[in-house]
């Protein structure tokens, strides 16, 4: 089936620093969202992209839905302490709306 | 209710046996969707209803997988004889229209011994 590339699959923080991950593909995607899941929690939508090329910010997260269509990344500025969680690329492919194909993670942890 | 119900949140079922997990979503959303989540992974797409009508099913594994939203709010997931590899967090989600604006549930944890 389709998959989703997701890297890093888990990073150590320390408050302040700039965080980056990214997801790519080998399909092109209609639309990229990425969610945020918290221990025993269903994933929280942060942002959603629908145009290739299209820059997004929510707060400290800014997205952006590659030109080619088959990549996206997530930077947040500035990380506090709850940012912590599993951050999760998802895309939509051409035809069902309701279907979305999800990365693997990327876990953000604080650095011990 | 002000977010997507699930029940129960935690469901130990022997192999072979029957299980039913329901979602109630946010009101009036007539989208609502079914994932499950292995450990460690993302969520895989397995139904999505759009009122009373599945619009898309075809990430059920298996005929052992159903579900059924009879009137169009509340859901369930049926699984039939069950396999220990049907172990998972089963998640649900709605939105208003279909859009991608979901809101999930906290899931319902299912372990197959």
């Known amino acids: 089936g389709q998959q989703l590339n997701q890297s890093p699959q888990s990073m150590f923080i320390q408050e302040g620093e700039d965080v980056s991950m990214n997801c790519t593909s080998s399909s092109i995607f209609n639309t990229w969202l990425w969610y945020k899941q918290d221990p025993g929690e269903g994933p929280v939508l942060l942002i959603a992209?629908?145009?290739?090329?299209e820059l997004t910010s929510n707060g400290r997260l800014t997205a952006q839905f590659g030109i080619t269509r088959k990549d996206s990344f997530l930077n947040i500025s500035a990380s506090i302490p709850s940012d912590v969680g599993i951050y999760f690329c998802a895309g939509q492919l051409g035809g069902s709306q309701g279907n979305l194909i999800f990365g693997k993670g990327t876990k953000l942890s604080v650095k011990p | 209710g002000a977010g997507v119900s699930q029940t129960p949140s935690n469901k130990v079922t022997e192999k072979g046996k029957y299980v039913e997990l329901r979602c109630d979503p946010i009101s009036g959303h007539t989208a609502l969707y079914w994932y499950r989540q292995s450990l460690g992974q993302g969520p895989e797409f397995l139904i999505y209803?759009?009122?009373?009508?599945?619009?898309?099913d075809s990430g059920l594994p298996n005929d052992r997988f159903f579900a059924v939203r009879p009137e169009g709010s509340v859901s369930t997931l049926k699984i039939q004889r069950t396999e220990r590899g049907d172990s998972a967090v089963y998640l649900c989600a709605s939105s208003p229209d279909g859009s991608y604006g979901y809101t999930f549930g906290s899931g319902t944890r299912l372990t197959v011994v």
């Open positions: 209803f759009q009122g009373t009508g599945a619009a898309d």
């Open positions: 992209l629908y145009k290739a090329g």
